[in-house]
């Protein structure tokens, strides 16, 4: 990254270094509580069960709403602070907008997918910055475990409500979407490599 002394990270310019670090480094890069979050890039199976669970998604979604992938999310309370879930439910009209950051009040549903080398500390507080955002419907896959968790009702900073299960038990949708995602084919990761 650039010597240059205006690009440190400081309040007020992290969306700057985050897409000057995406754009050397290839790294997803996401602004979550004031604080740089980087992820490299999809592996094979993570991206198998985005594309998987958008496969079951596209034909079943009511008129007027679509699922997106490399889609950015506003969050509340900071100007920085922005999320880009693996895959988004937003209102077709995304197709057509100039702006780079979706509204979280349009966003019907969130998914994430677990990284290999993900912390539990850091998915609890991923959970909590989307419901402090109100995002209506967070589902998070975990191909580490062969798990899957369904969180709703966002208020007081957390999901009020949450079902969990495991892959092959299908996941029930609420309204408006009101679809049951099969997850039986749902790919597990491997053992994770060594560090030497």
Do not use: C
């Not at 985005?50 to 699922?67: E, V």
């Not at 509204?103 to 991923?126: N, T």
């Amino acid at each position: 990254m650039s010597a240059d002394p205006s690009l440190r990270p400081r309040p007020g310019n992290l969306r700057e270094i985050a897409a000057k670090i995406e754009e050397e480094t290839g790294l997803r890069v996401q602004v979550l509580g004031g604080s740089l979050v980087m992820s490299p890039t999809l592996r094979g199976k993570h991206a198998g069960t985005i594309r998987r669970l958008r496969l079951q998604l596209d034909p079943g979604l009511p008129a007027g709403l679509a699922a997106y992938e490399v889609t950015s999310v506003a969050m509340p309370g900071d100007l920085d602070d922005y999320a880009t879930p693996d895959l988004i439910v937003l209102p077709e009209a995304w197709d057509d907008d100039d702006n780079w950051l979706a509204d979280p009040a349009d966003v019907e549903l969130a998914v994430e997918v677990i990284s290999q080398s993900e912390k539990s500390r850091d998915i609890a507080q991923k959970s909590d910055w989307y419901a402090v955002a109100g995002v209506p419907v967070l589902l998070v896959m975990d191909p580490r475990h062969g798990t899957w968790a369904m969180h709703t009702q966002p208020g007081d900073g957390r999901y009020q409500e949450s079902w969990r299960g495991r892959y092959g038990a299908a996941v029930a949708l609420p309204p408006p979407l009101a679809l049951t995602a099969a997850t039986d084919s749902f790919p597990l990761y491997g053992e994770p490599p060594r560090r030497r």
